[in-house]
């Protein structure tokens, strides 16, 4: 059985910091691309950030350039997200994602594997 559970959300004033992870069980992990994706309130799911299962390339959404890191470690079977400066803009339901022999695509409908979210709320 496949498994994402991802943590590390919260409440943080704009400018702060949060670190998001994601632990994969049931599938090689080495195999597959991960990915976050995040979903504000009453909006569509939208791409964030990706490994590639190829090269390791990390696209990022415009919006999180500069601001985010995703990182992966094959050993501890976990994919990382470390978030700098967060906006308001940045509030939402995070969601990570795995896809076989994935290239980090930004579209939600070419991922295999979901995890259930974890909630991050950027306000003063």
């Known amino acids: 059985q496949v498994q994402l559970v991802e943590s590390g959300g919260g409440q943080v004033q704009p400018g702060g910091s949060l670190r998001l992870s994601c632990v994969v069980s049931?599938?090689?992990?080495?195999?597959?691309?991960m990915g976050w994706f995040r979903q504000a309130p009453g909006k569509a799911r939208q791409f964030v950030a990706a490994?590639?299962?190829?090269?390791?390339?990390?696209p990022y959404a415009d919006s999180v350039k500069g601001r985010f890191r995703i990182s992966k470690d094959n050993f501890k079977n976990t994919v990382y997200l470390q978030m700098d400066n967060l906006k308001p803009d940045d509030t939402g339901d995070y969601f990570c994602?795995?896809?076989?022999?994935?290239?980090?695509?930004?579209?939600?409908?070419?991922?295999?594997?979901w995890g259930q979210g974890t909630r991050v709320t950027v306000s003063s």
């Open positions: 049931g599938l090689r992990f080495r195999d597959y691309a």
């Open positions: 490994v590639a299962w190829s090269d390791g390339s990390t």
């Open positions: 994602a795995a896809a076989i022999n994935g290239f980090g695509s930004r579209r939600s409908d070419e991922w295999d594997y």
